[in-house]
């Protein structure tokens, strides 16, 4: 992902003289005028011992930012959080504080697109939250599942906006956007599949897009396939289900805290993508049962990935594991 925002920021101007980048363009400062998107419904109350936060002033790594800020955002709105300098030793960590009472615990978020995770850096914490967090489990209850996120803030900012948009009439049958920077082999495979199909019109391909434009154009298809990225999760999963797109996609090796349920939330192909144009054939036909998958979607955007939802789960699992409130 990191390299993915490298390439785009060499070609944005490139890319900005195509009419549909400067229309999403357009489009984003409009948005910007509204103000954010309302905070999501019903997050849950927080016990009153969820004591305080205390998040590093530096990264180790200057792109770590874009990963932990949804969270960080999210606590803020939860909780006491207060910068403080803490020592952050390890590549794809960031290491937060978390006091209660007299108590101060080290806590690992783990960001790293890499599914392994710091043997060394767990020894040393008392909670270890891991993204990219593998299915088939690490053999240690201290290693939670950490969700994920999206792309850039602006997500966060606008996918009300993209919900009402993708209410209006699509624009194309199926789209898919794919850099090969990562998981090249797959992804190439799905852009063979999709862009010989006959059934059905596909937008998309290998070429980069402004960040909102390709925000925009999968909220007017009808279905979005997702590929992985660096990782099992790419954060297009995260924009995709925030914009309560209708997703395709080969099953994940990792999970959410939240299980993403079959043909509830997404619908899962095959690995081999040996079914991927017959699934969205299938649901490009079939505006019922897309709709309720979409809804569903939307729904598991709001009650987990939303940052303050998010952070609300970082909050319970904290004092679960570590203040031993009822």
């Not at 009402?164 to 797959?186: K, N, W």
């Not at 596909?202 to 960040?211: D, H, Q, R, T």
Request: proline content about 6%; charged content about 20%; some cysteine.
């Amino acid at each position: 992902m990191i390299a993915a925002r490298r390439v785009f920021s060499r070609r944005a101007l490139t890319l900005a003289g195509h009419p549909a980048a400067w229309q999403a363009m357009f489009a984003q400062q409009a948005w910007r005028l509204l103000g954010p998107c309302p905070p999501a419904r019903g997050v849950p109350h927080i016990a009153s011992g969820h004591g305080t936060v205390y998040w590093p002033t530096e990264y180790q790594h200057s792109e770590a930012g874009h990963f932990v800020q949804p969270l960080r955002a999210g606590l803020g709105t939860l909780t006491t959080v207060e910068p403080r300098v803490i020592p952050q030793p390890y590549a794809g960590v960031v290491i937060i504080n978390v006091r209660y009472h007299v108590e101060t615990f080290t806590v690992a978020v783990d960001y790293s697109d890499c599914t392994f995770i710091n043997k060394e850096c767990l020894a040393e914490v008392a909670l270890y939250f891991k993204m990219q967090h593998l299915r088939s489990g690490y053999g240690d209850p201290k290693v939670l599942p950490g969700g994920y996120v999206a792309g850039k803030r602006s997500l966060y900012d606008h996918y009300c906006r993209l919900r009402a948009l993708r209410r209006r009439t699509p624009q194309c049958d199926v789209y898919g956007r794919f850099g090969m920077h990562f998981s090249a082999e797959i992804r190439r495979r799905a852009l063979q599949i999709l862009q010989s199909e006959s059934r059905f019109e596909f937008l998309g391909g290998a070429s980069l897009a402004l960040y909102m434009q390709s925000l925009r154009e999968a909220a007017r298809a009808r279905v979005c396939v997702d590929m992985p990225g660096n990782g099992p999760f790419c954060y297009r999963l995260v924009e995709y289900l925030a914009a309560g797109c209708f997703v395709v996609a080969p099953r994940h090796s990792a999970i959410m805290h939240a299980e993403l349920r079959d043909r509830e939330h997404l619908v899962y192909c095959r690995s081999d993508l040996a079914d991927l144009a017959d699934i969205c054939a299938q649901y490009v036909d079939d505006d019922r049962a897309r709709r309720e998958i979409e809804l569903n979607a939307a729904r598991f955007f709001d009650e987990h990935l939303h940052p303050a939802r998010l952070a609300s789960y970082y909050l319970q699992a904290l004092n679960r594991r570590l203040c031993r409130v009822p």
